[in-house]
């Protein structure tokens, strides 16, 4: 594992798998502090990570399959519906690292058992600096063909903090949410988001919530009333799109910023509009990159 550390923040970091993020910590008066709610120490699979990479695709993919230039394609289904890509359980490359920052890369050739049929590869940086964490990503279209193209973070952030009476507040803006049935895959096009998911105020996560919103500005704020931190995410403008999963009970919720929605390569076909899918042509490269920036008086 690779381990990260300015004065105010830790990040460890798993390349084997998935390059994913086994934990994101705070230093809250001199402790460390969970921010993102950490893998145990068993990490082992894409349900326990603190976030991971979603990518050449996020969200699901319905029943695995759809049709892309008038080429069908099949993907695993291990939860029926294809789910979050193909890099995020995989091996990847350490490229560079210092004491704060490190870069990797996954080749999706490397794998006998690729099911994506467009080559592809991913570059990934990690970076801190003071109270601020930032995830940079390209994917790169290697192959001779368009290919669809996707990319997001799966940060799951820890609802409470250092008080165990507090609740995190969420507040971001966005123009509409897609409407789903029993699994989180649209069934059309964006509509208004009822009062009851309406997060443009800041709120507690009161209601549960697994779906997709659009037309998000890039923004957000979270904040831990009792321990006294607020922590600001801005993501790239090629991030229009934000799935929150906020399961009842759970001491987690997750605030993914995604470029597409889900299962955006079905909708293409349906000619639902706005869905944020890029056809990314060959030797050209999708760029992503999120921001997390803290601020508090009890840092350090």
Known sequence: MLELQTDHLRLGIDPGIGASVRNLDVKLEGQWTPLWYPA????SDLRTPACYVLAPYSGRVRDGKFEYNG????????????IHGHVRNRPW???????ASCKLRFLSSAFSDMDFPFPFVVELEYRLSGAQLRIELKLFNIGTASMPAGAGLHPYFARTLT??????????????????????IPTGPAQAVPPDWDFSSARE????????????????????????????????DTCEHVVVYAPADQPFFAFEPVTHVNDAVNLLTRGVEGHGLVDL??????????????????LG
């Not at 145990?40 to 990490?43: H, I, L």
């Not at 008080?163 to 989180?184: H, I, K, N």
């Not at 042509?281 to 009890?298: C, N, Q």
């Open 281 to 298: 042509a060959p030797r050209d490269h999708l760029s992503y990159a999120m921001t997390l920036k803290l601020e508090g008086e009890r």
């Open 205 to 236: 996560i009161d209601v549960e919530l697994d779906h997709c919103f659009a037309g998000w500005d890039g923004r957000a704020a979270i904040r831990w009333p009792g321990s006294g931190l607020t922590a600001t995410l801005e993501a790239s």
């Open 93 to 99: 490359s350490l490229v560079e690292r210092s004491a």
């Open 71 to 82: 080429q069908p394609v099949t993907l695993a289904s291990p939860e029926h519906h294809a």
């Open 163 to 184: 008080d165990p009476q507090e609740r995190a507040t969420l507040q971001f803006a966005c123009q509409g949410v897609y409407p789903s049935e029993d699994v989180p």
């Open 40 to 43: 145990p120490d068993r990490f």
